[in-house]
């Protein structure tokens, strides 16, 4: 029975310091995000993209891998460039919006609100829009912090304020990419019969959807979608479903058998596409809450006022009569 009891002590100490000594091992090469791509990280060239290198002889490759296609290397590495660009995405976009509305002005109704409502957006379309779009709020301001913090943000902080700001941007990065998953795969569905391209999309884009102050009102053709969104709409479903593509492959590696150009190539991938959604979103966000009169209704009751989908919907508006 003693010696039973000694065996089982042994062995459970053996496997006890073999997995602190892994745990060790990990800690001293790991970044501290993007945990599941740990290994690729490990093996080569770029880590501090994917994470702050505890260990410094980590930040830069020593060698390039014989196997690693060059070029894709050679963009990740301009890690300081990709914060830049993908902060400007954000904060550029939204200065250059305020500045716009400051020297344009709003586009207001025509005629004010008639008081009658018109139903637009159906229940679980309202869902299944803040679904996906909170999810996609909270990916930005995380991605924010996964790409560029430890450039803009790390040197203003403590050691411990900064580990804990990239571990819970990492988790919620994470963890938010489901809900925005299932939000994206709907709307899109869901949506794609109303986002067709018509030929009067044209001349819609050619004065700007008539949001330019020129003195003279335009108020161009537009179906339930205007050129404009049906814009957002198809950037959305190109550049979310490379986005979602790009972080499935960097979060189940083993499950997609990512090798390590793979890995590279969706991390490019990934780091384009937010630029371009980052950027695309707040345009959206602009449209939907400060630029247009009477907007926003649309996606809190799901109900429009008539004047509104006569100025900017009025195709759809004559259907509907
Ligand atoms: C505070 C943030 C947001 C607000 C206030 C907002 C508001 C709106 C509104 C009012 C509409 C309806 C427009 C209409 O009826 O013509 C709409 C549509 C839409 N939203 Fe958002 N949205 C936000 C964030 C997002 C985000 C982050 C995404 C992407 C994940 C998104 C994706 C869409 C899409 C694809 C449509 C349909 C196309 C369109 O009509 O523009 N939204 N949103």
């Given at each position: 029975?003693?010696?039973?009891?000694?065996?089982l002590?042994f062995?459970?100490?053996?496997?006890?310091?073999?997995?602190?000594?892994?745990?060790?091992?990990?800690?001293?090469?790991q970044?501290?995000?993007?945990?599941?791509?740990?290994?690729?990280?490990?093996a080569?060239?770029?880590?501090?993209l994917?994470?702050?290198p505890t260990?410094?002889?980590?930040l830069?490759?020593?060698?390039?891998?014989?196997?690693?296609?060059?070029?894709?290397?050679?963009?990740?590495?301009?890690?300081d460039?990709?914060?830049l660009?993908?902060?400007?995405?954000?904060f550029a976009?939204?200065?250059?919006?305020?500045?716009?509305?400051?020297?344009?002005?709003?586009?207001r109704?025509?005629?004010?609100?008639?008081?009658?409502?018109?139903?637009?957006?159906?229940?679980?379309?309202?869902?299944?829009h803040?679904?996906?779009?909170?999810?996609?709020?909270?990916?930005?301001?995380?991605?924010?912090?996964?790409?560029?913090?430890?450039?803009?943000?790390e040197?203003s902080?403590?050691?411990?304020?900064w580990?804990?700001?990239?571990?819970?941007?990492?988790?919620?990065?994470?963890?938010?990419?489901?809900?925005?998953?299932?939000g994206?795969?709907?709307?899109?569905?869901?949506?794609a019969?109303?986002?067709?391209?018509?030929?009067?999309d044209?001349?819609?884009?050619?004065?700007l959807?008539?949001?330019?102050?020129?003195?003279k009102k335009?108020?161009?053709d537009?179906?339930f979608?205007?050129?404009?969104?049906?814009?957002?709409?198809?950037?959305?479903?190109?550049f979310?479903?490379?986005?979602?593509?790009?972080?499935?492959?960097?979060?189940?590696?083993?499950?997609?058998?990512?090798?390590?150009?793979?890995?590279?190539t969706?991390?490019l991938?990934?780091?384009v596409?937010?630029?371009i959604?980052?950027?695309?979103?707040?345009?959206?966000?602009?449209?939907?809450?400060?630029?247009?009169?009477?907007?926003?209704?649309?996606?809190?009751?799901?109900?429009?006022?008539?004047?509104w989908?006569?100025?900017?919907?009025?195709?759809?508006f004559?259907?509907?009569?």
């Open positions: 029975m003693n010696r039973a009891i000694k065996w002590s062995i459970v100490i053996s496997l006890l310091v073999s997995t602190a000594a892994m745990a060790a091992d990990e800690a001293n090469l970044p501290q995000q993007w945990q599941p791509i740990k290994i690729e990280a490990i080569g060239d770029i880590p501090e994917r994470g702050m260990d410094p002889q980590l830069l490759p020593e060698s390039v891998p014989e196997d690693a296609n060059e070029v894709i290397l050679g963009y990740l590495v301009a890690t460039t990709i914060a660009l993908v902060y400007a995405s954000l976009v939204i200065s250059l919006f305020i500045i716009f509305i400051v020297i344009n002005g709003i586009s109704l025509d005629d004010g609100y008639s008081g009658k409502l018109i139903k637009r957006w159906s229940g679980l379309s309202i869902s299944v803040w679904l996906g779009a909170i999810a996609c709020i909270f990916l930005i301001l995380t991605g924010l912090v996964l790409s560029g913090g430890r450039l803009y943000l040197p902080m403590n050691q411990s304020g580990a804990s700001l990239i571990g819970l941007s990492s988790g919620l990065h994470e963890l938010m990419a489901f809900p925005f998953i299932l994206y795969v709907l709307m899109i569905l869901m949506w019969p109303k986002q067709i391209p018509a030929s009067y044209l001349k819609w884009f050619a004065v959807g008539g949001y330019l102050n020129t003195g335009h108020h161009p537009a179906g979608a205007n050129a404009g969104e049906k814009l957002w709409f198809w950037v959305f479903a190109l979310g479903g490379l986005m979602v593509i790009s972080g499935l492959t960097m979060m189940f590696p083993e499950t997609f058998v990512v090798t390590k150009n793979t890995a590279n969706m991390l991938v990934h780091i596409s937010t630029i959604i980052t950027a695309f979103s707040v345009v959206h966000i602009f449209m939907a809450t400060v630029m247009s009169e009477g907007g926003m209704s649309n996606m809190t009751s799901g109900y429009c006022d008539e004047n989908a006569k100025q900017h919907h009025n195709l759809w004559k259907e509907l009569k």
